[in-house]
């Protein structure tokens, strides 16, 4: 069965400091990878997408980035948070390959605070 | 990309059945809709999918017309624990055109179940 893996649950970082969320998919192959944000009684935002190794989109232009150095690991980073940086940032997989659309799989969320 | 648009809220009663409608007027072809069901702090997770007409699974149903410009989740005789935010989604298979595989979420429905 496919599992996903998000860490850490929560974070609280000052401005201006680094960030790093790791995300790992076990289970399945070439999944289509996502990174969210919520911010506090807010929708979800999607940040980035990646349909493979090294192929990332943006669909929000800001102070973060996203890598994705091996099939099933995605990453999200910024080299200096902002205090609106701060919300609950969700990783997901799903498989959009064939005749058949599946449905996204979401991980348990990172809670980040900047201070 | 279809842009969907959902009630922001709805309150309901237990035991009552629920209908949350969802306008797709600019979907595409190989779009499917989805819907998603997010509590606090968790990840949304999958309700139920469909392409056309009436798909019905053991949590809910989800009416399709012909014209596929709009849909409705029915979630017969809710509960308490069906508080949440509900999420309405339409996108086409990897390499099937549409939204390419990413996934936009709109601001959702927030259902409050009440005594």
């Known amino acids: 069965s496919q599992t996903i893996h998000q860490w850490p649950a929560t974070l609280v970082q000052p401005v201006g400091s680094p960030l790093s969320l790791e995300c790992t998919v076990e289970?399945?192959?070439?999944?289509?990878l996502y990174w969210y944000r919520q911010a506090a009684g807010r929708g979800l935002q999607l940040l980035f997408y990646s349909v493979g190794i090294g192929q990332i989109s943006s669909e929000v232009p800001q102070n973060l980035s996203a890598s994705r150095p091996q099939d099933r690991q995605f990453i999200l980073s910024s080299k200096k948070l902002l205090l609106s940086d701060s919300g609950f940032y969700l990783c997901?997989?799903?498989?959009?390959?064939?005749?058949?659309?599946?449905?996204?799989?979401f991980g348990q969320g990172t809670r980040l605070t900047v201070v | 990309l279809a842009k969907t648009t959902q009630p922001i809220s709805m309150d309901s009663y237990e035991g009552q059945e629920v209908n949350i409608t969802c306008s797709h007027n600019n979907i595409a072809t190989n779009d499917y809709i989805t819907w998603y069901q997010q509590f606090p702090s968790q990840g949304p997770r999958f309700i139920i999918q469909?392409?056309?007409t009436k798909v019905t699974n053991e949590v809910a149903s989800l009416f399709i017309p012909a014209d596929r410009k709009s849909s409705t989740l029915s979630l017969p005789r809710v509960s308490l624990s069906d508080t949440a935010v509900y999420y309405c989604?339409?996108?086409?298979?990897?390499?099937?055109?549409?939204?390419?595989?990413?996934?936009?979420f709109g601001k959702g429905t927030k259902l409050s179940v009440k005594p």
């Open positions: 289970g399945t192959s070439n999944p289509n």
């Open positions: 989604l339409v996108a086409a298979p990897r390499g099937y055109g549409g939204s390419q595989g990413n996934l936009i």
């Open positions: 997901a997989w799903s498989l959009f390959g064939g005749i058949v659309h599946t449905e996204a799989f």
């Open positions: 469909g392409y056309k």
